[in-house]
């Protein structure tokens, strides 16, 4: 078996974007001033948005639940700052689309002190009651994704979870939020992978981390608290190495099947931000009222690793970080994966990890594209080994079912390799959103008839 | 401040940089060394080849684009590497109206007519030679030997045949290696076919120059390096064994790897990213079958020379290849099967 035991511990393909990470992951994590008015979509994680609980005019304190959970995949939400609730109206969100918000007004002169809700103690509580704890808190996928934690964990029937994942590879570019989370908040995390372990079942943790982060991985390994099962693992840098199926493979060597979760190979994945929180809140039965941002990019003079409170305007953000004159995009997340924002009076919400500034001479040149030819590029980058040349071939025909039955469409998981590599400049991973989205479209009206 | 509009596009916002563009222009520089080594051993009827492959290309892509509404795609410089590829194949005394025709119908029959750029089911270049082979048979197999003293003051004799008029045969010919050992059994040695010191088409006798240009964009990543591994590696196999066993019939195989456009066949031409299949273990089968072709014909063709015919065939079935060799998509048992 010595053969089977030399596989390199990381998935196929993928690619090596420059990683300008250096330029925050020394800086420490600070707070940043609260901003005189702030602004709190209800629809800030996938599901259901949550349900006001306050009215106009109403005074609250930080901490105070302002919107209840809108369902079971839905989370509350808290005031991050004590003060008034001015107005209660639609708000813009990063899609484009309007959520209904609160507008909240600072205290001019609040000791800004939290208010505490019903501790979830560890010793006593059942796996239930932390996943009720989790949601209460209005946690959600810190790295991005921004899924309410407490679904993610909750192991179906007739499932088992062996392996608890705390992923903290950040493979984007530009971003060091969980680095630096890593580096201070080592107690938090396993804090928070002990309530982890009780909620899940799972029998052991393992903290996953890029090979750029050694000095987290070795601060963790030497901080893990005696008796816990919980090893640390450093696998290559490469992208997209954070995402969950590739770090399942990379850690474990086991292969989400096609259309599956995590779960299906007994496998939880947790963002390490996300562990931090929860470890965090529970014990005080506080919820969510701030996040570490890295804010970066050529743009911005103040480069750094903020923890700033959820709702704050992106405008004030930039304000205060200050941004070069000649600003083309800003994107939410990284930039392999991250958004671009069309308008600074969106807010910073629970899934922003990150706010990279480009000028104009840092965005990609795209005017040209050409034809495809077949260079394989795309093909030697997709992590999932899928045809990127031909499905944008089909999609240029609208051959969508044939992309999906015969060329494995749905599997794409949207990491942007093909794309970021073609030479020809294709926006591969765009055609794919688009029929990816036809294709379910097309599903579920067959279904309805 | 920020008052300014800002951009939005889609994911991802950075690119590696390499264009298409870069690609074919390295394609281009690769080629170059080979080239100025034409022009350097068969003087100025080379070079008069080369330009009128070259132009002839550009010019064909630049006016179809033109008559079709559409916008000229000349600045991508594929049509610059098949014009040269093109001349690159032809005997140094090809007449000039003859070079002119073969680029002209490389671009309109070889890659127009499929798309353009990225739809060519074939090697555009190849096309063209395979057209000028069928109709100017004499012509394309009457070789000028290398190194003559009067290279870079006259013009061979048929360069400037009229047009539409069948050269008058060159006083002076030579016979390449294969056609030497191909009607009369003698065997050049490796050496000076390496080194280029021979008879044969403008840019197939410099093979360490070919080699060179092929290291380099293999270097920068722009070339599949399986595909002339794959290729050569057959050749040398085959031609190896078939020499072991009768040494007398059959050439010895660093002779094969050397002589003729296998060189230039197996790194330029066999290569291209279009007409070539796109997994790795397809590329290695797609290289396997030219090599096997190339060995086949050689040795028991009609013809000296099978290395255009050869990744012809191979460009034809590389679509099929594709088809077949699918990798295992992640978190799936079995490749979906095509149709």
């Known amino acids: 078996m010595g053969l089977l035991n030399f596989r390199k511990s990381t998935f196929k393909h993928g690619v090596h974007p420059p990683e300008h990470k250096e330029e925050t992951n020394g800086l420490p994590i600070r707070q940043f001033p609260f901003a005189p008015l702030i602004i709190l979509p209800m629809a800030q994680h996938i599901g259901a948005p949550s349900q006001i609980v306050v009215r106009e005019g109403q005074e609250v304190v930080r901490g105070q639940l302002l919107a209840k959970a809108g369902g079971y995949v839905s989370v509350p939400l808290h005031a991050p700052i004590s003060g008034t609730v001015r107005k209660i109206a639609n708000v813009p969100t990063i899609s484009g689309k309007m959520s209904l918000g609160i507008f909240l007004e600072a205290f001019p002169a609040s000791s800004q002190e939290v208010m505490d809700g019903t501790p979830i103690d560890l010793e006593t509580a059942t796996a239930e009651e932390i996943l009720k704890g989790i949601q209460d808190a209005g946690i959600v996928g810190l790295g991005g994704a921004a899924f309410p934690t407490h679904v993610k964990l909750k192991v179906p029937e007739g499932k088992k979870c062996d392996v608890l994942m705390i992923n903290g590879i950040e493979c984007e570019p530009y971003l060091t939020t969980d680095h630096r989370v890593m580096l201070e908040q080592a107690e938090d995390i396993f804090v928070g992978i002990r309530y982890l372990l009780k909620a899940t079942g799972a029998e052991r943790a393992i903290i996953g981390i890029e090979a750029n982060k050694q000095d987290a991985a070795g601060l963790l390994e030497s901080k893990i608290p005696e008796g816990d099962p919980v090893t640390v693992k450093v696998v290559p840098v490469k992208y997209p190495q954070g995402s969950e199926k590739m770090l399942i493979t990379s850690v474990l060597g086991r292969e989400v099947p096609s259309g599956g979760l995590p779960i299906d190979v007994n496998v939880v994945v947790v963002n390490v931000a996300t562990t931090a929180e929860i470890g965090r809140l529970l014990p005080h039965g506080r919820g969510i009222q701030e996040r570490v941002v890295t804010i970066t990019g050529p743009g911005v003079k103040k480069k750094g690793n903020y923890l700033i409170p959820i709702g704050t305007p992106l405008r004030y953000v930039l304000d205060q970080v200050g941004v070069d004159e000649q600003v083309s995009e800003v994107y939410m997340g990284g930039p392999m994966m991250g958004v671009a924002v069309s308008n600074l009076d969106i807010s910073i919400v629970k899934g922003t990890s990150g706010i990279v500034v480009f000028t104009d001479k840092d965005v990609k040149k795209t005017e040209k594209v050409y034809p495809c030819i077949k260079c394989g590029a795309c093909v030697d980058a997709c992590p999932i080994s899928l045809n990127p040349s031909k499905l944008g071939i089909l999609a240029k025909f609208e051959a969508y079912e044939r992309m999906a039955e015969e060329f494995n469409l749905m599997d794409c998981f949207e990491c942007g390799s093909c794309s970021y590599v073609c030479p020809s400049h294709i926006p591969l991973v765009q055609y794919f959103r688009l029929s990816k989205s036809i294709v379910r479209k097309r599903n579920t009206t067959k279904q309805a008839t | 401040m920020l008052n300014k509009t800002l951009n ?182 490796a050496y000076d076919l390496a080194l280029g010191l021979i008879t044969g088409s403008t840019g197939e006798t410099c093979a360490v120059l070919i080699l060179l240009g092929g290291i380099y964009l293999i270097a920068r990543n722009m070339m599949n390096w399986r595909i002339p591994v794959a290729i050569l590696v057959t050749v040398y196999v085959l031609s190896g064994i078939l020499h072991w066993v009768d040494g007398q019939a059959y050439p010895p195989p660093l002779f094969m790897l050397f002589s003729g456009g296998l060189m230039l066949g197996a790194l330029f031409m066999a290569t291209d990213m279009v007409a070539s299949p796109i997994t790795p273990l397809g590329v290695v089968i797609y ?26 065939l191979a460009n034809a079935i590389s679509p099929h290849i594709d088809n077949l060799i699918r990798p295992r998509v992640y978190g799936t048992t079995k490749s979906v099967k095509g149709s």
């Not at chain 2, 082979?133 to 290398?146: D, H, K, L």
Request: aromatic share 12%; charged share 10%; with cysteine.
């Open chain 2, 8 to 189: 939005i596009s889609t994911s991802p916002h950075i690119v590696k940089g390499i264009g298409t563009d870069d690609i074919m222009q390295n394609v281009v520089w690769a080629l170059l060394p080979t080239a100025i080594f034409a022009v350097y051993s068969f003087g100025l009827s080379a070079l008069m080849v080369l330009i009128a492959t070259t132009a002839a290309c550009v010019l064909t892509e630049h006016y179809l684009c033109k008559f079709s509404g559409k916008e000229s795609t000349i600045s991508d410089w594929s049509a610059v590497i098949t014009g040269l590829l093109l001349g690159l194949t032809l005997p140094p005394n090809f007449p000039v109206w003859m070079a002119f025709i073969g680029g002209v119908i490389a671009i309109a029959l070889g890659k127009f007519i499929f798309g353009g750029l990225g739809y060519n089911v074939f090697n555009p270049a190849l096309v063209g030679r395979a057209v000028l082979q069928a109709a100017f048979p004499v012509a394309i197999t009457t070789w000028y030997p290398a190194f003559l003293d009067n290279r870079f003051s006259s013009f061979s004799v048929s360069t400037f045949t009229a047009p539409f008029m069948e050269p008058t045969v060159d006083a002076i010919t030579g016979a390449t290696p294969l056609s030497a050992f191909k009607f009369d059994h003698v065997v050049t040695p």
């Open chain 2, 287 to 312: 290289g396997f079958i030219i090599g096997l072709l190339v060995v086949v014909i050689r040795i028991w063709g009609g013809l000296p020379e099978g290395v255009m015919y050869a990744i012809l």
